[in-house]
């Protein structure tokens, strides 16, 4: 959202308590889809504008580094999950998104020859879903915008933000003991967000929902595409790193279990589907919490009772950032809301 702001002439502030792309956004699956988001019509089609931003944006920014668009793979090892991933395929079809019903003997012959997924197994194949490497992304998107004339204030916090006698926003005060004078404040602060909210007396209720990632690193990475395989999801980061999630090791986190035990436990689930990854070594395991709201969907526009203050939170902040990123902008911009956002206007959250 900033580089769509400082492009169209705005004077940008990028505050950052670390570095850019090094929060939770390195620690997403990072997985660019909208064959997840089928619980509300406006959400799927939200997710699939966000599917063409990225390819809308790699064509403006260049792909390398961060654009990985080669397809989606998901099969269960059980026959109600089976049941249920066909159903939604079948649902996903009639709304004219992409899927392909192969087997895993198709697979191997045709896509992915390292994995051990069953001959007779249906595999759901989505081709025009990708991965993204959002560090990457991260960086390049901030290093174009103060190539622009942004500024980047890292390794700083929001402490306070000030309003005026009508209520608008008018400051922003920083941990370093710095304040700016500003126009309007974008609150797209992530697992910290309610926080920030806070700072102007908004309550944003926000989900509990941590979820442990782990990299791993191996001399070469044996498969090229994102997967969802039973009981645990894998895609490509980069030549020689694999990342590695599964809620059903999420789900072990409040047990209090050692973060090095749930990396071991991926890794494990890992070799089953990729035998080859066998020799690969656990390199960093980290649990961050996703900035989810409370009721699961995006809060994304102005606030109304805050005039200058605006909410750009959401879980799937991969597969939607592009697409979030040009609307708000333009709704900062020229005060028009756009009706894709209808569903996720913050003042949905009543106070």
């Known amino acids: ?14 505050i950052d308590e670390g570095r850019p792309g090094e929060g939770v956004t ?20 939200l997710n699939v504008a966000g599917m063409a931003a990225h390819r809308e944006l790699a064509r403006a920014i260049g792909p390398d580094s961060w654009w990985y668009p080669s397809g989606h793979l998901r099969w269960a090892d059980d026959p109600a999950a089976e049941a249920r991933f066909l159903e939604t395929a079948e649902l996903l079809a ?13 697979v191997r012959r045709r896509l992915e020859p390292a994995l051990t997924v069953p001959g007779r ?19 390049r998107l901030v290093g174009r915008a103060v190539e622009s004339g942004a500024e980047l204030r890292s390794g700083t ?3 306070d933000i000030g309003v005026g006698t009508d209520g608008s926003v008018r400051t922003v005060t920083l941990s370093d003991g710095s304040r700016l004078d500003v126009d309007a404040v974008v ?10 909210a806070g700072l102007v007396a908004r309550v944003l209720p926000m989900r509990r929902e941590p979820g442990a990632v782990t990299r791993i690193g191996c001399a070469r990475v044996p498969f090229h595409r994102v997967m969802h395989a039973p009981h645990v999801e894998i895609r490509p980061d980069g030549d020689a790193s694999v990342v590695l999630h599964s809620r059903e090791i999420d789900a072990l986190i409040d047990t209090g279990e050692d973060p090095a035990e749930l990396a071991r436990l991926l890794h ?3 070799k089953r589907v990729v035998p080859e990854l066998g020799n690969a070594r656990i ?7 996703r900035p989810i709201p409370a009721d699961g969907f995006p809060s994304v526009g102005a606030v109304p009772s805050v005039p200058g203050y605006y909410e750009a939170v959401s879980h799937s902040g991969i597969t939607l950032g592009p697409v979030i990123g040009r609307l708000l902008a333009s709704e900062i911009l020229s005060g028009e809301r756009d009706g894709m956002l209808a569903d996720f206007r913050p003042d949905r959250f009543s106070q």
């Open 157 to 159: 916090a929001v402490r």
């Open 94 to 106: 009639g709304w004219d998104y992409k899927v392909e019903v192969r087997t895993g003997a198709e």
């Open 26 to 45: 390195n620690w997403s699956f990072s997985w660019v889809n909208a064959s997840n988001k089928t619980v509300r019509r406006s959400y799927f089609d």
């Open 268 to 270: 494990a689930s890992a």
């Open 121 to 139: 197994t249906p595999v759901l194949f989505y081709p025009d879903e990708a991965w993204v490497h959002g560090r990457h992304l991260v960086g």
């Open 283 to 289: 390199a960093q395991t980290r649990v961050a919490h």
């Open 1 to 14: 959202m900033g580089w769509n702001l400082s492009r169209h002439g705005a004077e940008v502030v990028f």
């Open 187 to 196: 609150n797209a602060a992530g697992p910290s967000a309610s926080r920030v």
